[in-house]
Nanobody, 125 residues
Framework: QVQLVESGGGLVQAGGSLRLSCAAS????????MGWFRQAPGKEREFVAG????????NYADSVKGRFTISRDNAKNTVYLQMNSLKPEDTAVYYC??????????????????WGQGTQVTVSS
């Protein structure tokens, strides 16, 4: 079992920044790949970013490339999502997810095994 707990969400003005954190427990953190997804009201949950188990490879949705950065600290069992130049359309509940095979960090949400409870990000215009 893996437990994931997100934090760092909040209300920010357009153009501002936030850093989300996702703390993991239950299995050796360095063995699994991680992803961030988001879900806006009335919309499907969508992929934001993914990260290999070592942190050496990343994957981003086109909508966030150049603005968001995913990273991890395996010593702290935590994955981060640094979000810069935020836009109102980034408003959503953000979820982290774990792929315990350690292989996948892409955009297919059904491939991930565990999910956090989500943290709300609201960007005002």
């Amino acid at each position: 079992q893996v437990q994931l707990v997100e934090s760092g969400g909040g209300l920010v003005q357009a153009g501002g920044s936030l850093r989300l954190s996702c703390a993991a427990s239950g299995r050796p953190f360095g063995t699994y790949a991680m992803g961030w997804f988001r879900q806006a009201p009335g919309k499907e949950r969508e992929f934001v970013a993914g990260l290999s188990r070592t942190g050496g490879a990343t994957n981003y949705a086109d909508s966030v490339k150049g603005r968001f950065t995913i990273s991890r600290d395996n010593a702290k069992n935590t994955v981060y999502l640094q979000m810069n130049s935020l836009k109102p359309e980034d408003t959503a509940v953000y979820y982290c997810a774990a792929d315990v095979s350690g292989i996948y960090y892409g955009n297919r949400k059904n491939t991930y095994d565990y999910w956090g409870q989500g943290t709300q990000v609201t960007v005002s215009s």
